[in-house]
């Protein structure tokens, strides 16, 4: 009875799983999407400096890859993902641990075909992207074969 009250409800404010979208209950796929926000967000810290250009362009890669959602909310992410982004900074060689841990835990090839290309987006998104970015990219297109 729970369920169809909960189908009811979720028709009726038309959160509804979308066709293709993976479910609430596949904890490997959210994994995968929580590692891929990780590396947006390290990115994003890759120069210091974080813009709402930049959070806007990870916000925009969630929604066009169905990832933010009822089964999934990168939104409600960024948080932790940021917590450990700002870990991974502080520790040394922690960004290169991070992106190694990050390709491990990301195995869909079509998530992994995507990925550098997501993070060079991030990291123009500011309409520049220095060194620092540029560095942290091509350690991503190393580390996903890009």
Not at 74 to 83: D, H, I, K, V, W
Not at 111 to 119: G, N, P, Y
């Amino acid at each position: 009875m729970l369920e169809r009250f909960k189908a009811g409800y979720e028709h009726f404010l038309g959160l509804e799983p979308l066709p293709g979208v993976d479910s609430p209950t596949d904890p490997a796929t959210d994994d995968q999407h929580r590692a891929v926000l990780e590396l947006l967000i390290a990115t994003m810290y890759a120069d210091g400096l974080v813009s709402e250009s930049e959070l806007g362009e990870i916000e925009v890669f969630g929604i066009e890859h169905g990832w933010d959602n009822t089964a999934f909310s990168f939104s409600q992410g960024l948080g932790p993902a940021t917590a450990r982004v700002r870990d991974a900074r502080e520790a040394p060689d922690g960004m290169d641990a991070l992106i190694a841990d990050v390709s491990s835990r990301i195995t869909d090839p079509a998530i992994r075909a995507t990925v550098a290309e997501a993070c060079r987006l991030v990291a123009a998104a500011d309409d520049t992207t220095d060194e620092a970015e540029a560095s942290f990219v091509s350690k991503v297109d190393a580390a996903f074969g890009a």
